[in-house]
Protein backbone atom coordinates (compact mmCIF):
# COMPACT_ATOMS: atom_id res chain seq x y z
CA UNK A 1 0.00 0.00 0.00
CA UNK A 2 1.05 3.57 -0.43
CA UNK A 3 1.34 5.34 2.43
CA UNK A 4 1.39 8.20 0.98
CA UNK A 5 -2.32 7.78 0.49
CA UNK A 6 -3.15 7.07 4.36
CA UNK A 7 -3.26 11.05 3.95
CA UNK A 8 -5.07 12.20 1.25
CA UNK A 9 -8.22 12.23 2.94
CA UNK A 10 -6.53 15.17 5.56
CA UNK A 11 -6.12 17.95 3.68
CA UNK A 12 -2.71 19.95 5.51
CA UNK A 13 -2.77 22.73 7.81
CA UNK A 14 -0.49 25.52 7.50
CA UNK A 15 1.16 27.53 10.58
CA UNK A 16 -0.42 30.28 10.54
CA UNK A 17 -3.91 28.56 10.29
CA UNK A 18 -2.77 26.92 13.78
CA UNK A 19 -1.91 29.93 15.09
CA UNK A 20 -4.93 31.83 14.07
CA UNK A 21 -7.17 29.25 15.48
CA UNK A 22 -4.87 28.97 18.64
CA UNK A 23 -5.71 32.54 19.00
CA UNK A 24 -9.40 32.55 19.18
CA UNK A 25 -9.27 29.53 21.53
CA UNK A 26 -7.42 32.18 23.87
CA UNK A 27 -10.43 34.34 23.72
CA UNK A 28 -8.26 37.58 23.50
CA UNK A 29 -5.80 36.52 25.94
CA UNK A 30 -2.17 37.39 25.23
CA UNK A 31 -0.13 34.34 23.00
CA UNK A 32 3.04 35.45 23.67
CA UNK A 33 2.58 35.84 27.16
CA UNK A 34 0.30 32.77 27.70
CA UNK A 35 2.02 30.03 25.35
CA UNK A 36 5.50 31.18 24.73
CA UNK A 37 8.22 30.29 27.10
CA UNK A 38 10.80 33.05 28.10
CA UNK A 39 13.95 30.43 29.02
CA UNK A 40 16.90 31.28 31.55
CA UNK A 41 19.10 31.09 28.55
CA UNK A 42 17.91 34.29 26.58
CA UNK A 43 15.51 33.50 24.30
CA UNK A 44 11.73 32.14 23.07
CA UNK A 45 10.47 28.80 22.78
CA UNK A 46 7.07 28.36 20.81
CA UNK A 47 3.93 26.53 21.94
CA UNK A 48 4.73 24.29 18.45
CA UNK A 49 7.12 23.65 15.85
CA UNK A 50 6.70 21.86 12.78
CA UNK A 51 8.52 20.11 9.86
CA UNK A 52 9.17 23.25 7.98
CA UNK A 53 11.45 24.90 11.01
CA UNK A 54 13.61 22.42 10.53
CA UNK A 55 14.61 22.51 6.91
CA UNK A 56 17.75 25.05 7.41
CA UNK A 57 19.08 23.76 10.48
CA UNK A 58 23.05 22.64 9.81
CA UNK A 59 23.33 20.19 12.88
CA UNK A 60 20.66 17.89 10.83
CA UNK A 61 23.26 16.92 7.99
CA UNK A 62 25.48 14.35 10.33
CA UNK A 63 25.01 10.89 11.07
CA UNK A 64 25.75 8.95 14.34
CA UNK A 65 29.22 8.55 15.01
CA UNK A 66 30.15 10.65 11.96
CA UNK A 67 31.16 14.60 11.75
CA UNK A 68 29.69 17.19 13.70
CA UNK A 69 28.73 14.49 16.37
CA UNK A 70 25.81 16.13 17.09
CA UNK A 71 24.04 12.94 17.38
CA UNK A 72 26.20 11.23 19.25
CA UNK A 73 29.95 9.48 18.95
CA UNK A 74 28.42 5.68 18.15
CA UNK A 75 27.23 4.72 15.01
CA UNK A 76 25.25 2.10 16.84
CA UNK A 77 23.39 1.62 20.31
CA UNK A 78 24.17 4.22 23.26
CA UNK A 79 26.76 2.87 25.87
CA UNK A 80 28.06 4.80 28.76
CA UNK A 81 29.86 3.95 31.66
CA UNK A 82 28.23 4.13 34.99
CA UNK A 83 30.26 6.17 37.42
CA UNK A 84 30.57 6.38 41.18
CA UNK A 85 32.66 8.40 43.02
CA UNK A 86 35.24 7.49 46.08
CA UNK A 87 36.05 9.72 48.86
CA UNK A 88 39.52 8.35 49.99
CA UNK A 89 40.69 9.05 53.83
CA UNK A 90 41.44 5.50 54.32
CA UNK A 91 42.70 3.66 51.68
CA UNK A 92 41.34 0.20 52.40
CA UNK A 93 38.16 1.36 53.08
CA UNK A 94 38.05 3.35 49.80
CA UNK A 95 39.67 -0.26 48.30
CA UNK A 96 36.35 -2.26 49.87
CA UNK A 97 33.93 0.55 48.52
CA UNK A 98 35.49 0.27 45.01
CA UNK A 99 34.99 -3.32 44.63
CA UNK A 100 31.56 -3.14 46.37
CA UNK A 101 30.71 -0.67 43.50
CA UNK A 102 32.35 -2.76 40.55
CA UNK A 103 30.37 -6.36 42.09
CA UNK A 104 27.20 -4.12 41.42
CA UNK A 105 27.56 -3.07 38.21
CA UNK A 106 29.25 0.19 37.98
CA UNK A 107 32.22 0.07 35.52
CA UNK A 108 33.65 3.44 36.31
CA UNK A 109 35.04 5.14 39.60
CA UNK A 110 36.37 8.47 40.29
CA UNK A 111 39.02 8.40 43.19
CA UNK A 112 38.66 11.67 45.48
CA UNK A 113 42.31 11.62 47.27
CA UNK A 114 42.85 13.56 49.80
CA UNK A 115 46.34 12.78 50.70
CA UNK A 116 49.61 12.82 48.71
CA UNK A 117 50.04 9.30 46.92
CA UNK A 118 52.84 7.02 46.15
CA UNK A 119 52.87 3.77 44.58
CA UNK A 120 52.53 1.42 47.74
CA UNK A 121 48.90 3.91 48.33
CA UNK A 122 48.03 3.14 44.83
CA UNK A 123 48.37 -0.47 44.64
CA UNK A 124 46.30 -0.97 47.57
CA UNK A 125 43.73 1.47 46.33
CA UNK A 126 43.40 -0.71 43.27
CA UNK A 127 43.79 -3.94 44.74
CA UNK A 128 41.92 -6.35 43.56
CA UNK A 129 40.65 -3.92 40.25
CA UNK A 130 41.07 -4.71 36.93
CA UNK A 131 42.83 -1.55 34.89
CA UNK A 132 41.65 -2.86 31.70
CA UNK A 133 38.07 -3.26 32.57
CA UNK A 134 37.22 -0.16 34.73
CA UNK A 135 37.78 2.95 33.69
CA UNK A 136 40.05 4.82 35.99
CA UNK A 137 39.47 8.52 37.40
CA UNK A 138 41.46 10.66 39.85
CA UNK A 139 41.55 13.74 41.76
CA UNK A 140 44.42 14.37 43.90
CA UNK A 141 46.19 17.47 45.60
CA UNK A 142 49.33 16.41 43.47
CA UNK A 143 48.66 14.76 40.32
CA UNK A 144 52.48 15.03 39.10
CA UNK A 145 53.77 11.60 39.37
CA UNK A 146 49.99 9.70 38.36
CA UNK A 147 51.09 8.60 35.27
CA UNK A 148 54.32 7.76 35.99
CA UNK A 149 53.05 5.63 39.45
CA UNK A 150 49.95 4.43 36.79
CA UNK A 151 52.40 3.51 34.64
CA UNK A 152 54.63 1.62 36.89
CA UNK A 153 51.51 -0.41 38.17
CA UNK A 154 50.23 -1.28 34.74
CA UNK A 155 53.32 -2.80 34.01
CA UNK A 156 53.80 -4.75 37.45
CA UNK A 157 50.06 -6.19 36.65
CA UNK A 158 50.43 -6.91 33.46
CA UNK A 159 47.88 -4.55 31.91
CA UNK A 160 47.83 -3.48 28.41
CA UNK A 161 48.53 0.44 28.40
CA UNK A 162 46.03 1.10 25.74
CA UNK A 163 43.25 -0.80 27.37
CA UNK A 164 43.66 1.33 30.97
CA UNK A 165 40.93 4.00 30.14
CA UNK A 166 40.01 6.79 32.78
CA UNK A 167 41.73 10.45 33.91
CA UNK A 168 43.33 12.98 36.33
CA UNK A 169 41.62 15.85 37.58
CA UNK A 170 43.73 18.97 35.79
CA UNK A 171 41.92 21.83 34.80
CA UNK A 172 44.37 24.92 35.76
CA UNK A 173 41.61 27.31 35.12
CA UNK A 174 39.13 25.87 37.60
CA UNK A 175 38.46 28.06 40.09
CA UNK A 176 39.80 26.52 43.27
CA UNK A 177 42.87 26.06 41.63
CA UNK A 178 43.12 29.73 40.16
CA UNK A 179 46.22 30.73 39.72
CA UNK A 180 47.54 27.85 41.77
CA UNK A 181 47.79 25.17 39.15
CA UNK A 182 49.68 26.27 36.48
CA UNK A 183 50.12 25.66 32.55
CA UNK A 184 53.33 24.68 33.37
CA UNK A 185 52.44 21.72 35.63
CA UNK A 186 49.40 21.03 33.19
CA UNK A 187 51.45 20.48 30.25
CA UNK A 188 53.83 18.03 32.12
CA UNK A 189 51.06 16.04 32.96
CA UNK A 190 49.80 15.72 29.22
CA UNK A 191 53.59 14.66 28.29
CA UNK A 192 54.06 12.19 31.23
CA UNK A 193 50.06 10.90 30.21
CA UNK A 194 51.24 10.59 26.41
CA UNK A 195 52.32 6.60 26.89
CA UNK A 196 48.35 5.94 27.97
CA UNK A 197 46.84 6.44 24.89
CA UNK A 198 43.55 6.28 26.29
CA UNK A 199 43.80 7.69 29.58
CA UNK A 200 42.51 12.25 29.92
CA UNK A 201 45.08 14.11 31.10
CA UNK A 202 43.44 17.55 30.92
CA UNK A 203 39.32 17.94 32.63
CA UNK A 204 37.20 20.94 31.96
CA UNK A 205 35.37 21.34 35.04
CA UNK A 206 31.86 23.48 33.07
CA UNK A 207 29.45 21.94 35.99
CA UNK A 208 30.84 25.07 38.01
CA UNK A 209 29.08 27.33 36.27
CA UNK A 210 25.38 25.42 36.63
CA UNK A 211 26.12 25.00 39.96
CA UNK A 212 26.67 28.34 40.87
CA UNK A 213 23.53 29.55 39.26
CA UNK A 214 24.27 29.73 35.94
CA UNK A 215 22.59 29.26 33.05
CA UNK A 216 23.07 26.59 30.16
CA UNK A 217 23.98 28.69 27.62
CA UNK A 218 26.66 29.82 30.31
CA UNK A 219 27.59 26.63 31.18
CA UNK A 220 28.63 25.43 27.94
CA UNK A 221 30.01 28.60 26.16
CA UNK A 222 32.44 29.15 29.16
CA UNK A 223 33.07 25.42 28.94
CA UNK A 224 34.35 25.38 25.86
CA UNK A 225 35.36 28.56 26.25
CA UNK A 226 38.07 26.87 28.73
CA UNK A 227 38.86 23.98 26.57
CA UNK A 228 39.98 26.25 23.58
CA UNK A 229 42.03 27.61 25.63
CA UNK A 230 43.90 24.78 27.24
CA UNK A 231 44.85 23.79 23.23
CA UNK A 232 45.61 27.12 22.34
CA UNK A 233 47.97 26.99 25.51
CA UNK A 234 49.80 23.22 24.46
CA UNK A 235 49.38 23.93 20.57
CA UNK A 236 51.60 26.61 21.12
CA UNK A 237 53.87 24.26 23.68
CA UNK A 238 54.61 22.34 19.87
CA UNK A 239 51.59 20.11 20.88
CA UNK A 240 49.60 18.82 17.67
CA UNK A 241 45.99 19.68 18.26
CA UNK A 242 44.83 16.25 17.50
CA UNK A 243 47.03 15.09 19.79
CA UNK A 244 45.75 17.14 22.65
CA UNK A 245 41.90 16.76 21.88
CA UNK A 246 42.33 12.98 22.71
CA UNK A 247 43.47 14.09 26.31
CA UNK A 248 40.37 16.06 27.24
CA UNK A 249 37.55 15.33 28.89
CA UNK A 250 34.45 17.67 29.74
CA UNK A 251 32.44 17.42 32.91
CA UNK A 252 29.24 19.19 32.26
CA UNK A 253 26.34 19.14 35.56
CA UNK A 254 22.68 17.74 34.39
CA UNK A 255 19.58 19.97 35.42
CA UNK A 256 15.70 19.53 35.84
CA UNK A 257 15.12 20.99 32.59
CA UNK A 258 14.78 17.50 30.80
CA UNK A 259 14.47 18.50 26.85
CA UNK A 260 17.08 21.72 27.39
CA UNK A 261 19.74 18.97 28.64
CA UNK A 262 19.41 16.53 25.93
CA UNK A 263 19.58 19.35 23.82
CA UNK A 264 22.81 20.48 25.52
CA UNK A 265 24.81 17.34 24.80
CA UNK A 266 23.78 17.08 21.38
CA UNK A 267 24.90 21.00 21.18
CA UNK A 268 28.38 20.43 22.84
CA UNK A 269 29.32 18.09 20.66
CA UNK A 270 28.41 20.21 17.79
CA UNK A 271 29.99 23.51 18.75
CA UNK A 272 33.12 21.11 20.23
CA UNK A 273 33.58 19.55 16.85
CA UNK A 274 34.13 22.56 15.33
CA UNK A 275 36.14 24.42 17.19
CA UNK A 276 38.58 21.04 16.83
CA UNK A 277 37.73 21.73 13.05
CA UNK A 278 38.96 24.75 13.13
CA UNK A 279 42.34 23.66 14.95
CA UNK A 280 42.99 21.83 12.11
CA UNK A 281 41.75 18.26 13.22
CA UNK A 282 40.90 15.66 11.36
CA UNK A 283 36.83 15.49 11.40
CA UNK A 284 36.78 11.84 12.04
CA UNK A 285 38.69 12.41 15.49
CA UNK A 286 36.83 15.99 16.17
CA UNK A 287 34.41 13.57 19.21
CA UNK A 288 34.06 15.11 22.61
CA UNK A 289 34.36 12.89 25.77
CA UNK A 290 31.33 14.35 27.82
CA UNK A 291 31.11 13.11 31.62
CA UNK A 292 27.70 13.89 33.13
CA UNK A 293 27.10 14.48 36.89
CA UNK A 294 23.83 15.43 38.91
CA UNK A 295 23.16 18.75 39.25
CA UNK A 296 24.13 20.05 43.21
CA UNK A 297 22.15 23.14 42.78
CA UNK A 298 18.98 21.97 43.08
CA UNK A 299 19.13 18.98 45.75
CA UNK A 300 17.07 19.50 48.70
CA UNK A 301 18.18 18.59 51.99
CA UNK A 302 14.35 17.98 53.49
CA UNK A 303 12.24 15.64 51.75
CA UNK A 304 15.32 13.86 50.10
CA UNK A 305 13.22 11.12 48.31
CA UNK A 306 12.63 13.99 45.60
CA UNK A 307 16.16 13.68 44.77
CA UNK A 308 15.35 9.97 43.19
CA UNK A 309 13.53 11.07 40.75
CA UNK A 310 15.80 14.72 39.74
CA UNK A 311 18.56 12.17 39.75
CA UNK A 312 16.38 9.66 37.76
CA UNK A 313 15.17 12.54 34.90
CA UNK A 314 18.90 14.11 34.74
CA UNK A 315 20.29 11.12 34.15
CA UNK A 316 17.61 10.01 31.51
CA UNK A 317 18.43 13.28 29.45
CA UNK A 318 22.45 12.66 30.08
CA UNK A 319 22.04 9.37 28.40
CA UNK A 320 19.41 10.70 25.83
CA UNK A 321 21.60 13.19 24.83
CA UNK A 322 24.86 11.04 24.66
CA UNK A 323 26.87 11.17 27.33
CA UNK A 324 30.17 9.05 27.57
CA UNK A 325 29.99 8.72 31.45
CA UNK A 326 27.77 9.45 33.87
CA UNK A 327 27.96 10.18 38.01
CA UNK A 328 24.71 9.88 39.69
CA UNK A 329 24.71 11.19 42.73
CA UNK A 330 23.52 9.86 46.45
CA UNK A 331 19.61 11.28 47.20
CA UNK A 332 21.25 12.62 50.64
CA UNK A 333 24.83 14.03 49.56
CA UNK A 334 23.07 17.27 50.38
CA UNK A 335 23.39 16.39 54.40
CA UNK A 336 27.22 16.19 53.51
CA UNK A 337 27.42 12.16 54.56
CA UNK A 338 26.05 10.30 52.03
CA UNK A 339 24.48 6.88 53.08
CA UNK A 340 24.88 3.14 51.61
CA UNK A 341 21.39 3.40 50.65
CA UNK A 342 21.54 6.56 48.92
CA UNK A 343 25.00 5.42 47.08
CA UNK A 344 23.15 1.53 45.97
CA UNK A 345 19.90 3.79 44.45
CA UNK A 346 22.22 5.85 42.49
CA UNK A 347 24.25 3.08 41.17
CA UNK A 348 20.76 1.59 40.83
CA UNK A 349 19.11 4.32 38.77
CA UNK A 350 21.38 4.18 36.33
CA UNK A 351 21.88 0.01 36.26
CA UNK A 352 17.64 0.23 35.51
CA UNK A 353 18.00 2.59 32.61
CA UNK A 354 20.37 0.35 31.22
CA UNK A 355 18.99 -3.22 32.07
CA UNK A 356 15.70 -2.95 32.29
CA UNK A 357 14.72 0.41 29.97
CA UNK A 358 17.38 -0.30 27.16
CA UNK A 359 18.48 2.64 26.72
CA UNK A 360 21.45 1.77 25.64
CA UNK A 361 20.02 0.47 22.58
CA UNK A 362 19.46 3.19 20.34
CA UNK A 363 21.51 6.03 19.32
CA UNK A 364 20.14 9.59 19.18
CA UNK A 365 16.25 8.70 20.26
CA UNK A 366 15.81 12.90 20.25
CA UNK A 367 16.92 12.58 16.23
CA UNK A 368 13.89 14.30 14.47
CA UNK A 369 12.17 15.89 17.39
CA UNK A 370 10.85 19.20 16.09
CA UNK A 371 10.91 20.77 19.47
CA UNK A 372 14.82 18.84 20.88
CA UNK A 373 16.07 20.03 17.39
CA UNK A 374 14.90 23.56 17.83
CA UNK A 375 16.21 23.95 21.21
CA UNK A 376 19.43 22.17 20.14
CA UNK A 377 19.57 24.94 17.20
CA UNK A 378 18.79 27.58 19.47
CA UNK A 379 21.76 26.65 22.44
CA UNK A 380 24.28 26.55 19.38
CA UNK A 381 23.84 30.12 18.34
CA UNK A 382 23.07 31.52 21.68
CA UNK A 383 26.67 29.37 23.45
CA UNK A 384 28.28 30.18 20.28
CA UNK A 385 27.98 33.78 20.59
CA UNK A 386 28.94 33.99 23.99
CA UNK A 387 31.72 32.20 23.19
CA UNK A 388 33.19 34.07 20.57
CA UNK A 389 32.40 37.49 22.69
CA UNK A 390 34.66 35.34 25.43
CA UNK A 391 37.36 35.10 22.92
CA UNK A 392 37.23 38.61 21.96
CA UNK A 393 37.88 40.07 24.88
CA UNK A 394 41.21 37.72 24.98
CA UNK A 395 39.86 34.08 26.17
CA UNK A 396 38.51 32.70 29.40
CA UNK A 397 41.38 33.41 31.78
CA UNK A 398 41.47 37.13 30.97
CA UNK A 399 37.77 37.33 31.20
CA UNK A 400 37.52 35.35 34.62
CA UNK A 401 40.06 37.75 36.12
CA UNK A 402 38.52 40.82 34.82
CA UNK A 403 35.02 39.69 36.64
CA UNK A 404 33.00 38.97 33.24
CA UNK A 405 32.26 35.61 33.84
CA UNK A 406 31.16 36.13 37.84
CA UNK A 407 29.04 38.84 36.73
CA UNK A 408 27.19 37.00 34.20
CA UNK A 409 26.63 34.31 36.38
CA UNK A 410 25.94 36.09 39.32
CA UNK A 411 23.01 37.84 37.34
CA UNK A 412 21.50 34.47 36.19
CA UNK A 413 21.70 33.19 39.37
CA UNK A 414 20.02 36.18 41.34
CA UNK A 415 17.27 35.89 38.70
CA UNK A 416 16.64 32.61 39.62
CA UNK A 417 17.04 33.09 43.72
CA UNK A 418 14.56 35.67 43.12
CA UNK A 419 11.93 33.53 41.10
CA UNK A 420 12.36 30.74 43.75
CA UNK A 421 11.96 33.57 46.80
CA UNK A 422 8.62 34.42 44.67
CA UNK A 423 7.78 30.71 44.16
CA UNK A 424 7.52 31.58 40.34
CA UNK A 425 10.64 28.88 40.36
CA UNK A 426 9.35 25.46 42.21
CA UNK A 427 11.85 23.39 44.15
CA UNK A 428 9.08 20.31 45.46
CA UNK A 429 9.58 20.29 48.79
CA UNK A 430 11.05 23.20 50.18
CA UNK A 431 9.15 26.33 48.86
CA UNK A 432 6.20 24.32 47.76
CA UNK A 433 4.48 21.87 49.04
CA UNK A 434 6.44 21.16 51.98
CA UNK A 435 6.20 17.50 54.16
CA UNK A 436 4.71 19.59 57.72
CA UNK A 437 5.13 16.00 59.05
CA UNK A 438 8.83 16.11 58.51
CA UNK A 439 11.23 16.95 61.17
CA UNK A 440 15.13 17.38 61.16
CA UNK A 441 16.50 16.21 64.61
CA UNK A 442 20.03 15.45 64.01
CA UNK A 443 22.17 18.33 64.18
CA UNK A 444 23.57 19.63 60.63
CA UNK A 445 26.72 20.96 59.72
CA UNK A 446 26.80 24.73 58.88
CA UNK A 447 28.15 24.40 55.47
CA UNK A 448 25.14 22.17 54.28
CA UNK A 449 23.64 25.65 54.27
CA UNK A 450 26.78 27.59 52.30
CA UNK A 451 25.39 30.69 50.62
CA UNK A 452 27.66 32.41 48.10
CA UNK A 453 29.67 35.31 50.04
CA UNK A 454 31.53 37.00 47.15
CA UNK A 455 30.92 38.09 43.88
CA UNK A 456 35.05 37.79 42.85
CA UNK A 457 34.78 34.06 42.22
CA UNK A 458 31.93 31.64 41.35
CA UNK A 459 30.66 29.55 44.40
CA UNK A 460 28.56 26.43 43.75
CA UNK A 461 25.45 26.01 45.89
CA UNK A 462 21.91 24.83 46.90
CA UNK A 463 19.26 26.94 45.68
CA UNK A 464 17.21 25.67 48.16
CA UNK A 465 19.30 26.85 51.15
CA UNK A 466 17.75 29.90 52.08
CA UNK A 467 14.87 28.20 52.55
CA UNK A 468 16.18 25.48 54.15
CA UNK A 469 18.34 27.15 57.21
CA UNK A 470 15.06 29.30 58.36
CA UNK A 471 13.25 25.83 58.35
CA UNK A 472 16.10 24.60 59.97
CA UNK A 473 16.33 27.11 62.73
CA UNK A 474 12.46 26.27 63.16
CA UNK A 475 13.24 22.45 63.82
CA UNK A 476 16.17 23.80 66.43
CA UNK A 477 13.78 26.06 67.79
CA UNK A 478 11.39 23.48 68.43
CA UNK A 479 14.00 20.92 70.17
CA UNK A 480 13.75 23.21 72.93
CA UNK A 481 10.50 24.95 73.19
CA UNK A 482 7.36 24.35 71.54
CA UNK A 483 7.13 24.02 67.90
CA UNK A 484 5.30 27.03 66.04
CA UNK A 485 1.69 26.55 65.71
CA UNK A 486 -0.34 27.76 62.53
CA UNK A 487 -4.01 28.30 62.71
CA UNK A 488 -6.19 28.34 59.68
CA UNK A 489 -9.23 30.09 60.44
CA UNK A 490 -11.54 29.12 57.04
CA UNK A 491 -14.79 30.70 57.05
CA UNK A 492 -17.05 31.01 54.04
CA UNK A 493 -17.35 29.83 50.60
CA UNK A 494 -16.09 26.28 51.31
CA UNK A 495 -14.06 26.24 47.56
CA UNK A 496 -12.77 29.95 47.67
CA UNK A 497 -11.93 29.18 51.86
CA UNK A 498 -10.41 25.73 51.46
CA UNK A 499 -8.11 26.89 48.67
CA UNK A 500 -6.73 29.70 50.71
CA UNK A 501 -6.17 27.39 53.27
CA UNK A 502 -4.13 24.84 51.12
CA UNK A 503 -2.04 28.00 50.23
CA UNK A 504 -1.42 29.16 53.54
CA UNK A 505 -0.32 25.70 54.38
CA UNK A 506 2.19 25.44 51.59
CA UNK A 507 3.36 28.83 52.62
CA UNK A 508 4.01 28.19 56.71
CA UNK A 509 5.07 24.95 56.09
CA UNK A 510 8.30 25.91 54.00
CA UNK A 511 8.93 27.26 57.63
CA UNK A 512 8.72 23.73 59.74
CA UNK A 513 5.59 25.34 61.23
CA UNK A 514 2.78 23.01 63.07
CA UNK A 515 -0.63 23.78 60.96
CA UNK A 516 -3.71 23.25 62.81
CA UNK A 517 -5.92 23.11 59.98
CA UNK A 518 -10.21 23.02 60.27
CA UNK A 519 -12.82 22.02 57.56
CA UNK A 520 -14.18 25.65 57.93
CA UNK A 521 -16.28 26.86 60.35
CA UNK A 522 -20.16 28.01 60.17
CA UNK A 523 -19.99 30.23 63.67
CA UNK A 524 -17.86 33.09 63.85
CA UNK A 525 -17.71 33.12 68.20
CA UNK A 526 -16.99 29.15 67.86
CA UNK A 527 -14.39 29.83 65.40
CA UNK A 528 -12.61 32.08 67.46
CA UNK A 529 -13.20 30.24 70.94
CA UNK A 530 -11.10 27.40 69.38
CA UNK A 531 -8.46 29.96 67.77
CA UNK A 532 -8.15 31.42 71.39
CA UNK A 533 -8.08 27.82 73.04
CA UNK A 534 -5.46 26.40 70.68
CA UNK A 535 -2.84 29.59 71.22
CA UNK A 536 -1.51 29.50 68.17
CA UNK A 537 1.46 31.99 67.40
CA UNK A 538 0.03 32.52 63.91
CA UNK A 539 -3.68 32.65 62.79
CA UNK A 540 -4.49 32.82 59.25
CA UNK A 541 -7.86 34.32 57.99
CA UNK A 542 -8.66 32.26 55.09
CA UNK A 543 -11.90 32.90 52.68
CA UNK A 544 -12.92 34.78 49.51
CA UNK A 545 -11.68 38.11 48.90
CA UNK A 546 -15.59 39.31 47.85
CA UNK A 547 -16.80 37.99 51.68
CA UNK A 548 -13.82 39.04 53.80
CA UNK A 549 -16.29 42.42 54.68
CA UNK A 550 -18.67 40.81 56.01
CA UNK A 551 -16.68 38.70 58.74
CA UNK A 552 -12.66 39.52 59.04
CA UNK A 553 -12.47 42.59 61.31
CA UNK A 554 -14.28 41.14 64.64
CA UNK A 555 -12.08 37.93 64.44
CA UNK A 556 -9.47 40.30 63.57
CA UNK A 557 -10.48 42.48 66.67
CA UNK A 558 -10.61 39.25 69.19
CA UNK A 559 -7.61 37.56 67.89
CA UNK A 560 -5.05 40.69 67.21
CA UNK A 561 -3.87 41.02 70.65
CA UNK A 562 -3.16 37.02 71.18
CA UNK A 563 -1.58 35.87 67.62
CA UNK A 564 -0.62 37.34 64.81
CA UNK A 565 -3.45 37.40 62.27
CA UNK A 566 -2.58 37.15 58.62
CA UNK A 567 -5.14 37.42 56.04
CA UNK A 568 -4.69 35.35 53.05
CA UNK A 569 -5.17 37.14 50.22
CA UNK A 570 -5.25 40.88 48.93
CA UNK A 571 -8.32 42.31 48.77
CA UNK A 572 -7.86 45.73 46.99
CA UNK A 573 -10.77 47.10 47.63
CA UNK A 574 -10.77 46.46 51.50
CA UNK A 575 -6.70 46.62 52.22
CA UNK A 576 -6.80 50.35 52.78
CA UNK A 577 -9.64 49.64 55.51
CA UNK A 578 -7.91 46.28 57.06
CA UNK A 579 -4.45 48.33 57.75
CA UNK A 580 -6.72 51.20 59.02
CA UNK A 581 -7.98 48.87 61.11
CA UNK A 582 -4.40 47.61 62.51
CA UNK A 583 -4.03 44.64 60.49
CA UNK A 584 -0.50 44.68 59.07
CA UNK A 585 -0.14 40.92 57.09
CA UNK A 586 -1.19 39.47 54.32
CA UNK A 587 0.57 36.45 52.16
CA UNK A 588 -1.03 36.30 48.41
CA UNK A 589 0.75 35.14 45.49
CA UNK A 590 3.13 38.28 44.87
CA UNK A 591 5.18 38.04 48.09
CA UNK A 592 8.43 37.09 48.22
CA UNK A 593 7.70 34.27 50.61
CA UNK A 594 11.28 33.70 52.12
CA UNK A 595 11.43 37.46 53.19
CA UNK A 596 8.12 37.11 54.33
CA UNK A 597 8.75 34.14 56.18
CA UNK A 598 11.96 35.95 57.86
CA UNK A 599 9.88 38.24 59.23
CA UNK A 600 7.02 35.77 60.66
CA UNK A 601 10.75 34.05 61.85
CA UNK A 602 11.32 37.50 64.18
CA UNK A 603 7.45 38.34 65.00
CA UNK A 604 7.46 34.73 67.15
CA UNK A 605 10.71 34.53 68.73
CA UNK A 606 12.88 32.39 66.69
CA UNK A 607 15.21 34.08 64.73
CA UNK A 608 15.43 37.90 67.11
Same mark, same amino acid.
Given at each position: ???????? #?????????????????????????????? &??????????????????????????????????????????????? $?????????????????????????????????????????????????????????? #? +????????????????????????? /???????????? =??????????????????????? +??????????? &?????????????????????????????????????????????????????????????????????????????????????????????????? %????????????? &? &????????????????? $??????? $????????????????????????????????????????????? %????????????????????????????????????????? %???????????????????????????????????? =? *??????????????????????????????????? /??????? *????????????????????????????????? *????????????????????????????????????????? /???? %??????????????
Amino acid at each position: MDKEKLFD #DFPPVDTESWKKKIKADLKGADYDKKLVWH &TDEGFDVQPFYRAEDLKHLEHMRGLPGAYPFVRGNQSKGNEWKINQL $IEVSKVKTANIEAQKAIENGVDSLAFDVLQPIDLLTLQQLLKGIDGERVELNFRLPNT #D +DLPELLIKLAKNQGWDLKKIHGSVF /CDPLAVENMQKT =TYAQMTKLFETCLPLENFHSITV +DAGIFHNSGGS &TVSEMAFGLAKGSGYIQHLTEAGYEAEQIAGKMRFSFATGSNYFMEIAKFRALRFLWAKILSAYGVNKSQCTMMLHAVNSQWNKSLYDPYVNILRNTT %EAMSAILGGADVI &T &TIPFDQATGDSSELGKR $IARNQQL $ILKKESFFDKVTDPAAGSYYIEMLTDKLIHHSWDLFLETDEKGGY %EQVYNQGFVQHIIQKESQKKNRDIAYRKRSILGVNQFPNTA %EKMEKQISPKVFFAPDSAEKLQPYRAATPFEALRYQ =T *DRFALKHKRPQVNLFSYGNPSKSRARAQFATNFFG /CAGYEII *DHSGFTNLDAGIKIAENNRAEIVVLCGADEEYA *DWVFPVFEALRHKSVVVLAGYPVNLVDKLKNAGMEYFIHNR /CNVL %EELKKYQKLIGINR
